[in-house]
Each structure stands twice: as C-alpha cells, then as structure tokens.
T-cell receptor, first 112, second 110 residues
Framework: DADVTQTPRNRITKTGKRIMLECSQT?????MYWYRQDPGLGLRLIYY???????NKGEISDGYSVSRQAQAKFSLSLESAIPNQTALYFC???????????FGPGTRLTVT | EDKVVQSPLSLVVHEGDTVTLNCSYE??????LLWYKQEKKAPTFLFML????IEKKSGRLSSILDKKELFSILNITATQTGDSAVYLC??????????FGDGTTLTVKP
C-alpha cells in the first residue's frame, strides 16, 4: 500500500462549488504539506502543518483552507472553486528534523 | 521572498550523453538544497545537500552544492531513456518548508 494517499485522484467541478481534497499517510510523519503544480512550473506551497495544532500559510493560501484532523490526515478545501484553481495538487509529508518530503500521487482538479 | 531558479528549462540529449542541470537559490535561513525527480506524477527524492563542496553520488547521478555562490548542480552521466523526467530542486529552510524551482525537463532520445 502507498505510504501517502490522496483522494480523489481526479475531479472536475464547476465554478463556485466547494470541494475537499484529502490526504492520508501511514509513514508516521508529523509534518504535512499541500502544494499545487501548474503546467511547466514547479511546486508552490499552499499550507503546511507541523503537528495537529499547528497550521501555517504558504505562499499561495488565498482561496484555500485546510484541516489537520489527525496526525495522519490533512485536508485541503476550496470554499468556492474558480477556474484558475485548475491544477495538479500534491500532498507531502516529512519527519521533523529530517529533510526530504514524500509525495502522494497527486489530485488533478479541473474547475469549469 | 525566497527564490529558486533552475536552468535550462528543458534539455534534449541522446543516450550516453552527460548532462548538467543548474539550480541557483536565494533562501532566507537556508538549511539544505534538495533534488527531486518527477516522472509521471509524484516527485521522488534524489539528494539532500547541506555542506559546500561535498559531492553526493548515486549511480550515474551526482550533485554538489556551493553555499558561497548559492548554487547547486546535478550531473547525470551516460544518460538513459529512463532518465527522462522533470528534475526539481528546492531550497529548504530552518523553518522546515521548501521553495521549489520550476524544474528542468530532460528528454533522453534513444
């Protein structure tokens, strides 16, 4: 089984709809991250969390919110989706004190 | 604002060639420089560099960091078609978050 899972893997939604992307991990890591990737671009950080009670904004948090329901679960919500939020979204985890991040398979979101 | 710039943006080579990918960074409270390989979907970790001048190697891939000049290079020797991917570098900070570059798309032709 994959260590970092994301659901759904693909989603098409309409402008104005609320949508939630979910991430679960079995690695036992304390840190979790949400990124978006647009074609030809790198990963941009949306939100990150170092433990259940710690939530931090990244460089592009406007229009997004998150919830850390448990150490293993980190959800990303788009309260009112807009077309320029069409992108590939990645969840990642890392262990505090260590450096590399482990990525989920990604969710391809299309907002029409 | 932290910034990571990679060059070239894309590169096409033939099998057996050697390639060098570049990454320059301006990252406040810099801790380490990381390289990832992204094939179809999720990036996978390649190297983490924290000290200047110490080369990290894994098979045909190697990487080195220059903390004075704020850059890193990733070398791939004897390239194979399986090396075709997007290579991402990221500057990691003491705060534990990373800033990624836009990546270099490497295409290796048979």
């Amino acid at each position: 089984d994959a260590d970092v899972t994301q659901t759904p893997r693909n989603r098409i939604t309409k402008t104005g709809k609320r949508i939630m992307l979910e991430c679960s991990q079995t690695k036992g890591h304390d840190r979790m991250y949400w990124y978006r990737q647009d074609p030809g671009l790198g990963l941009r950080l949306i939100y990150y969390s170092f433990d259940v009670k710690d939530i931090n904004k990244g460089e592009i948090s406007d229009g997004y919110s998150v919830s850390r329901q448990a150490q293993a679960k980190f959800s990303l919500s788009l309260e009112s989706a807009i077309p320029n939020q069409t992108a590939l979204y990645f969840c990642a985890t890392s262990q505090g004190g260590l450096y590399e991040q482990y990525f989920g398979p990604g969710t391809r979101l299309t907002v029409t | 604002e932290d910034k990571v710039v990679q060059s070239p943006l894309s590169l096409v080579v033939h099998e057996g060639d050697t390639v060098t990918l570049n990454c320059s960074y301006e990252v406040t409270n810099f801790r380490s420089l990381l390289w990832y390989k992204q094939e179809k979907k999720a990036p996978t970790f390649l190297f983490m560099l924290t000290s200047s001048g110490i080369e990290k190697k894994s098979g045909r891939l190697s990487s080195i960091l220059d903390k004075k000049e704020l850059f890193s290079i990733l070398n791939i020797t004897a390239t194979q078609t399986g090396d075709s991917a997007v290579y991402l570098c990221a500057g990691d900070t003491n705060a534990g978050k990373s800033t990624f570059g836009d990546g270099t798309t490497l295409t290796v032709k048979p």
